[in-house]
Every structure is written in structure tokens, then in C-alpha cells.
């Protein structure tokens, strides 16, 4: 399930505005749709309206009237039918364009979010919120513009021709219109809470898909296929119950609206027959009566329109509410005005930083280091001890709760996003590579890079030597997420990419974990000598990784507990002894003392 992330307006008007702005370039549709939908609504009206003169023409034998409102009602029909096709083709293209931009925009938001950011949604959320729940506003934008001008304005005109045809029978309408309005309002306010549990619960039932897919190998490892059959039977289950009882409620509205039609038609039948006896047809006619009564389907099927609003505005409520989230979510971190966009070089300071993700818990804790540029920086600690997040900090992906970071001896913050990014490469453990060739995804570290420059970055992150063995070398096509080269492989690649960002800082997150001592002892000496001028981190779980580092950060609980070369660590620092010991062997330690 998703955590708690900042509120949207909880005004509907509020979402409502938000949202209108993305129909923006498809105004015009949207206008040609209500103009078109109001035609069509007035020539179907009329239609029933001129029926009662065809109805009289027939009961009195005029041939002349019958053949002049039989052209008449065709005429009128066939207006009616050619503009509500052009309505539900401009209606189509309108929500389509619509749902369009808003896909785009939440993209384009998301892109903008800090880490910070992401957390507050979870995965499953997110792409829930960018595709089921856009789907459902779009849906129900297209169902909206048609059915908000057609039902009322089909509703009212009926009525005005009901009074044109005979007032004194019009007051049936008057009290059984009201009547339906709020028997499905409150179907409506009944049903709403049940989408809202609903929709939350889609993005768990993504979360399990998603958690599964992505660990399909685990699951199997441990033979836990029925015990996530379960899991999604129970969440599977919950939907089809919430919808099932959200359909009992709804199940009302026919039978209320067949209750009021057939109570109308009792009453029109009833009246207008002893009106028609008392007047001898002057007062009313056969032809009006008959068109009184189709008037009473005209205004339930708009009242009925209605309901199917009420149910596309209260899916799409929700759904509306959960995007409107996601797009005023506001960036945690921004570029600050007139920015400074030139990192000198790969100089590092900490200065007194402490972070918290939540609350006033620091995960760091007075963090005061500084580093020249070109310095090889260990960090070592066992997990949760605070290395990623450290490091996290100097490519800006966090801001420091308190403190500051430099680079080049400028304040983190000061810096153009882009650039500082562009001047901090950060390899993690776990890399993404994307569907396409591994020169595509080399590229994506520098897309003008040249063949030689790509043959340099490969030859250092020691991706050449596999290469060698593949058919098409750099032109492999990778599956998705790089599924079809080993996790070493993997590793290499990501290298390579980084490097070819020429960064002044390189930050390599346990990001040689899936190589072996060998391999990785090669790319370490590859960065030694090829990128001296690069400030690099290595965070590591292997002691044999930072061993020959500059200097190397030991971390526990969010505190850098001591610090200094391998040597000096292996004198003053138990913890470091302890792990140098138990992965080398006490052996050389002893030699060397």
C-alpha cells in the first residue's frame, strides 16, 4: 500500500480546475462536442414533440398532415443521428488529447521528484495513479462532456415542451424529477466510499504483481508460488467484493427510475384521459397525450443519464483526487535561481551534516569530512550504517537536514541540478539497463560519445573482455533489465556508462559486489591510473575493495567511527581489524607487525 502522500484539495471544484487545464489544445473539440450533443438533444426532442401532429394526422385521416410531419420527423431524425456522430467523434478526440496531456504531465512531474519525493508514493502507486486511474478520467471526461449538456438540457427542453404541449398535466414531472434527483444522490454518496477503498487497494494488487515479477526467480527459489497465489486471491477478492456491493447499491437505480416511469405514465393516463373526455379533445389530443407519455421516457432516460454520471464522476473522483496528488506534489529539490553551473572540480566537504528521512531521527550524524580532489575514499559499514545516504547527499538526490555539502567548494545547492549531475556519476548495486543495444545504454552516459571514447570507458570498467565473446559485441540487444547478461556483467556496463559522463566525482555503491577479486582488483586499477584527477567513492562490503583507497570512512549507526588509511585502521580501529581478518586472513596483518 502506498504511504501517505500530500493531500489534494479535498474541494472536488478544486481537482476539477486543476485538471481542466490539460485539456489545453483540445478546447475546440471540446466545444464542438457540447454544441453538437445540445443540437442533437433539441432535434430529438422535437421529434417526439412533432410525433403527436403525425399521431393526430393518422386518428383524424389527413394525408396531408401525415406525409408533412412524416418529412418533418425523418428530417429531424437524421440531424439528429449526423450531429451526434460528429459529437462522439470530437468527444473522442477531446478526452483522448486530454488524457494525452495528463499521461505527459505526470510524467514530467515524476521526473522532477527527489528521492524524497518518490518516497512518499510507492511504486505500484504510481504507476496505478499514470495509468488506471488516468483511464478513468479520460473515460469519464469523454462520458462527462456528452452526458453534462445532454442530460440536463434533454430534461429541461422535455419539460418546456411538456408545458407547450399541455400545463395542466405538466406538474407530474415537476414533483417526479425531484424525487429521482435525490434517490440517486443518495445511491451516489453511499457508493462513493466504497471506490475510494477500491481504488486504494489497486495499487497493492499492482505492488504484488509488480514485487513478483520482478523477483519471479526468488519466489521460485523458495517455493513460495501458493503462498502469493494466496496473497493475490486476497486482494483479487477484496476488489470483486467492494465492486459486488458497490453494484447491490447501484442495482436501486433501475427499479426507482422503472417506478417513476411507470408512476408517470399512471398519472398522464389517468388525467389525460379524463381531460381528454372533458374537453373532447380540445384541451388535449390523442397525438398530445401520447407525445406527454414519450416525454415521460425522454426525461427518465436523461434522469438515467444522469445516474450513469453519478457513477462515472464518483470512479473518476477518485481517480481524479490520486492524479491531482501526484501533480502537486511539489519538488523537494530545485534548481535556485541563477544558478551556477561550472563545477570547478572533484573537491569534497562535509560540514557537519546530519539527515533525517523522517522525523528526528538522524541516519547521519555530524558528518564533518573534506576531501581534495582526486582522493580515493573507502566507505566501509555493515548495512543500515548510513553509506548510501552519505553519498546520496552529493549528488544533491537528498538535501542535509542540517549542515551543508560542497562541491568544488561551492554549497550543493547553489548548482544547476542538471549540471551537478552531469559532474557526479553514481553507479549503484543494483543498475537498470533498458531494453536496447549495451552501446544504447553506454550512450546514455554521454550520447555524443565516440568509438573511442566508448572503447576507453569499456577497456577501464573491464567490460571489453566479455564483449569479446559476444556475437555482436557492443551491438547486443539486451531483454529488459539487462536480464540476459550476468549480474557482474551487469555491473561493468553501468561502469562504463558512468565514465563516459567524464565526471569529476565517481561513486561507486558496492557497485563491484557481483564481480570477482580479480575483476574488480583490474577496474580498481584502471580508475587508479586512467581517472586520477576523479574524486572517487567506493562503498563496499569487501575490505579487499577500499583496502588500497586514500583513505577509508568506517560507519556505524549513521557515525563515521574512525578514518585513515588501511594501515592506520589496522592499528587503531578494532571494527576494521575485526572485518580486514575475518575476509583476508590474520596472517598478513601479523607479518606486516
Known amino acids: 500500500m502506498e504511504m501517505v502522500a500530500k493531500k489534494a484539495p479535498k474541494q472536488y471544484n478544486h481537482v476539477l480546475r486543476h485538471l481542466f487545464q490539460y485539456v489545453k489544445g483540445y478546447w475546440r473539440d471540446t466545444i464542438l462536442t457540447w454544441i453538437f450533443v445540445l443540437i442533437e438533444s433539441v432535434c430529438e426532442v422535437l421529434v417526439v414533440f412533432f410525433m403527436q401532429y403525425l399521431i393526430d394526422g393518422v386518428h383524424n385521416e389527413d394525408v396531408n398532415i401525415i406525409y408533412i410531419y412524416s418529412g418533418v420527423i425523418a428530417g429531424t431524425a437524421i440531424c439528429a443521428a449526423v450531429f451526434g456522430i460528429f459529437a462522439g467523434i470530437f468527444a473522442a478526440s477531446s478526452s483522448a488529447g486530454f488524457g494525452k496531456?495528463?499521461?505527459?504531465?505526470?510524467?514530467?512531474?515524476?521526473?522532477?521528484?527527489?528521492?524524497?519525493?518518490?518516497?512518499?508514493?510507492?511504486?505500484?502507486?504510481?504507476?496505478?495513479?499514470?495509468?488506471?486511474?488516468?483511464?478513468?478520467?479520460?473515460?469519464?471526461?469523454?462520458?462527462?462532456?456528452?452526458a453534462v449538456i445532454r442530460a440536463p438540457f434533454m430534461m429541461v427542453f422535455a419539460l418546456i415542451m411538456c408545458f407547450v404541449t399541455e400545463p395542466k398535466l405538466a406538474w407530474i414531472f415537476l414533483v417526479i424529477i425531484p424525487v429521482c434527483l435525490i434517490g440517486l444522490f443518495l445511491l451516489a454518496i453511499k457508493v462513493h466510499p466504497i471506490f475510494v477503498k477500491v481504488f486504494e487497494t489497486y495499487d497493492q494488487l499492482n505492488q504484488t504483481v509488480q514485487e513478483n515479477v520482478d523477483g519471479i526467480r526468488v519466489v521460485k527459489s523458495f517455493d513460495q508460488e501458493e503462498e502469493q497465489k494466496a496473497n493475490f486471491h486476497g486482494v483479487s477478492l477484496f476488489i470483486y467484493k467492494s465492486f459486488v456491493r458497490a453494484e447491490k447499491i447501484m442495482a436501486f437505480n433501475g427499479p426507482l427510475l422503472n417506478l417513476a416511469v411507470y408512476a408517470a405514465i399512471l398519472c398522464i393516463a389517468y388525467f389525460g384521459s379524463e381531460l381528454i373526455v372533458s374537453s373532447k379533445s380540445v384541451d388535449l389530443s390523442v397525438g398530445g397525450m401520447s407525445t406527454l407519455i414519450t416525454y415521460v421516457m425522454v426525461i427518465m432516460m436523461s434522469?438515467?443519464?444522469?445516474?450513469?454520471?453519478?457513477?462515472?464522476?464518483?470512479?473518476?473522483?477518485?481517480?481524479?483526487?490520486?492524479?491531482?496528488?501526484?501533480?502537486?506534489?511539489?519538488?523537494?529539490?530545485?534548481?535556485?535561481?541563477?544558478?551556477?553551473?561550472?563545477?570547478?572540480?572533484?573537491?569534497?566537504?562535509?560540514?557537519?551534516?546530519?539527515?533525517?528521512?523522517?522525523?528526528?531521527?538522524?541516519?547521519?550524524?555530524?558528518?564533518?569530512?573534506?576531501?581534495?580532489?582526486?582522493?580515493?575514499?573507502?566507505?566501509?559499514?555493515?548495512?543500515?550504517?548510513?553509506?548510501?545516504?552519505?553519498?546520496?547527499?552529493?549528488?544533491?538526490?537528498?538535501?542535509?537536514?542540517?549542515?551543508?555539502?560542497e562541491v568544488?567548494?561551492?554549497?550543493?545547492?547553489?548548482?544547476?541540478?542538471?549540471?551537478?549531475?552531469?559532474?557526479?556519476?553514481?553507479?549503484?548495486?543494483?543498475?537498470?539497463?533498458?531494453?536496447?543495444?549495451?552501446?544504447?545504454?553506454?550512450?546514455?552516459?554521454?550520447?555524443?560519445?565516440?568509438?573511442?571514447?566508448?572503447?576507453?570507458?569499456?577497456?577501464?570498467?573491464?567490460?571489453?573482455?566479455?564483449?569479446?565473446?559476444?556475437?555482436?559485441?557492443?551491438?547486443?540487444?539486451?531483454?529488459?533489465?539487462?536480464?540476459?547478461?550476468?549480474?557482474?556483467?551487469?555491473?561493468?556496463?553501468?561502469?562504463?556508462?558512468?565514465?563516459?559522463?567524464?565526471?569529476?566525482?565517481?561513486?561507486?555503491?558496492?557497485?563491484?559486489?557481483?564481480?570477482?577479486?580479480?575483476?574488480?582488483?583490474?577496474?580498481?586499477?584502471?580508475?587508479?591510473?586512467?581517472?586520477?584527477?576523479?574524486?572517487?567513492?567506493?562503498?563496499?562490503?569487501?575490505?579487499?575493495?577500499?583496502?588500497?583507497?586514500?583513505?577509508?570512512?568506517?560507519?556505524?549507526?549513521?557515525?563515521?567511527?574512525?578514518?585513515?588509511?588501511s594501515d592506520e585502521l589496522l592499528k587503531s580501529c578494532s571494527v576494521y581489524k575485526e572485518l580486514y581478518q575475518s575476509q583476508l586472513g590474520g596472517g598478513d596483518f601479523d607479518a606486516r607487525n
Open 303 to 405: 434522469l438515467m443519464l444522469v445516474s450513469m454520471v453519478f457513477v462515472m464522476i464518483m470512479v473518476g473522483r477518485n481517480s481524479a483526487e490520486r492524479i491531482v496528488e501526484v501533480l502537486v506534489e511539489q519538488p523537494d529539490i530545485v534548481s535556485p535561481q541563477n544558478p551556477i553551473k561550472t563545477i570547478a572540480n572533484g573537491q569534497i566537504d562535509f560540514n557537519h551534516v546530519f539527515f533525517a528521512y523522517n522525523g528526528d531521527k538522524y541516519v547521519l550524524k555530524d558528518i564533518d569530512y573534506h576531501f581534495k580532489p582526486g582522493t580515493t575514499i573507502g566507505v566501509l559499514g555493515s548495512t543500515g550504517a548510513g553509506k548510501t545516504t552519505l553519498i546520496s547527499l552529493i549528488a544533491r538526490l537528498y538535501d542535509p537536514s542540517k549542515g551543508s555539502v
Open 101 to 146: 496531456n495528463l499521461r505527459e504531465a505526470m510524467f514530467v512531474q515524476i521526473q522532477k521528484y527527489s528521492f524524497k519525493n518518490i518516497d512518499k508514493f510507492s511504486t505500484s502507486s504510481i504507476v496505478t495513479r499514470t495509468t488506471t486511474d488516468v483511464t478513468n478520467v479520460q473515460n469519464a471526461f469523454m462520458q462527462i462532456i456528452r
Open 408 to 565: 568544488g567548494g561551492v554549497d550543493v545547492k547553489k548548482y544547476d541540478l542538471v549540471s551537478l549531475r552531469d559532474s557526479v556519476a553514481v553507479v549503484l548495486q543494483k543498475n537498470t539497463l533498458f531494453t536496447g543495444t549495451i552501446k544504447d545504454n553506454l550512450l546514455w552516459g554521454n550520447a555524443s560519445a565516440s568509438d573511442e571514447e566508448i572503447a576507453k570507458a569499456c577497456d577501464i570498467a573491464q567490460v571489453t573482455p566479455f564483449l569479446k565473446d559476444l556475437p555482436d559485441g557492443l551491438l547486443t540487444k539486451l531483454d529488459e533489465g539487462g536480464t540476459n547478461v550476468s549480474g557482474g556483467q551487469k555491473q561493468r556496463i553501468c561502469i562504463a556508462r558512468a565514465l563516459l559522463k567524464n565526471p569529476k566525482v565517481l561513486i561507486l555503491d558496492d557497485s563491484t559486489s557481483a564481480c570477482d577479486t580479480h575483476t574488480d582488483a583490474l577496474i580498481r586499477q584502471g580508475l587508479s591510473t586512467e581517472r586520477k584527477d576523479v574524486t572517487k567513492f567506493v562503498i563496499a562490503q569487501r575490505v579487499l575493495s577500499v583496502k588500497d583507497c586514500d583513505v577509508i570512512l568506517v560507519m556505524n549507526e549513521g557515525v563515521v567511527v574512525a578514518s585513515g588509511t
